[in-house]
């Protein structure tokens, strides 16, 4: 009888003990979110919105909280309105229509398109990972890839993509994914960085 509950014991305090070790490396899942979702937080602060604006419920001081009460049209002027185009530095003017529209677009999804819950999880995530988030957007990954339903087919869907990959294979194929598919349309990333790179990575990897 005693050996038994032991053994149990035993159990309980190994899985007590290793839950903040586990916990240290603790950005959760995050396939349930699209990639706009987490970018348009880090769109949202890197384009000083937070001079006007809380992300809280009610208004704080002078910073009002935001509900959607207006409209498409209304939203991408008043944006373009408070804000320059921050995601990419285009040359031509079609293609900073674009961009700024994508901008919008990042945004809405992440303060309309996101549940209570989800606006916490994201709230929730470690700075690499809202950063390797906008990075992704930023350098276009999903023209390529998708996530959670967003982005195109050209490559394989990301969704649960650290299910197979570690983060280091992750850095490695970022840096040449020719290594590990010699034909790959998929370009290298290295002129990014150590600092971008790492974070794309951290990004991936909580795709589980
Ligand atoms: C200089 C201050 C300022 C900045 C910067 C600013 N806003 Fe606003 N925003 C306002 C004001 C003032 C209103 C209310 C305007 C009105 O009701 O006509 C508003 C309204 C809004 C609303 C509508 C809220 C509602 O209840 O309908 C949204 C959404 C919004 N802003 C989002 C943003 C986003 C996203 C950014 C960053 C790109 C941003 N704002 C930057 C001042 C600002
Ligand atoms: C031009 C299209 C293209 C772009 C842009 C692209 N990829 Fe890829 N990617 C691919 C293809 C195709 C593959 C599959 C490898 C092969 O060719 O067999 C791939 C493979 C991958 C894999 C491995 C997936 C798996 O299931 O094994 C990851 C992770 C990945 N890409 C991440 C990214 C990230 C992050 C970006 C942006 C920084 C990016 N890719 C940009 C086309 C692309």
Known sequence: MVP??????VLAAITLLAAPVFSQDKNTST?????PQIAGKQLFVG???TA???LAEKDEGEKTAMQSTRDDEWFAGHVAEHSEVILRDDRSSRRKRRTAAEEVDMLRAYLDGTTAAEKKQIDSMSED???GAYLYAQNKCQNCH???GEGKDIGPDLSRVASKHDRAWLLKNLLDPKQFAPDTEMPSYEELGEQALNQIAAYLTTLK
């Open 4 to 9: 038994k509950y032991h053994w149990l014991a």
């Open 31 to 35: 396939s349930n979110l699209s990639n």
């Open 47 to 49: 384009k000083e919105c």
């Open 52 to 54: 006007c604006h809380t």
């Open 129 to 131: 990972v809202f950063k």
């Open 146 to 148: 998708m996530i959670a």
